[in-house]
């Protein structure tokens, strides 16, 4: 492996480990939501978590972000 690929090699594993970090603050922030049963959004909220929950094992992970309400 050259160094130019070892750097992107790291930049790619770093890219991954904020994009979880990301994903689990916005995981933890929406949690109240699923346990209230007439929050407006609440079924947009649980897509999205199963979106958030899946999106590491995504092709399009870490450049494409869930978003709330696709």
Known sequence: ???EEQIQARLAESEAVHARMWRDEELQSSDWIVAVTDHPQRAD?????AALR????TSDFPATKPT???
Do not use: C
């Not at 899946?54 to 094992?57: E, K, L, R, T």
């Open 1 to 3: 492996m050259t160094v």
């Open 45 to 49: 909220y649980i897509t999205y978590r």
């Open 54 to 57: 899946s999106w590491p094992s």
């Open 68 to 70: 709330l309400g696709e």
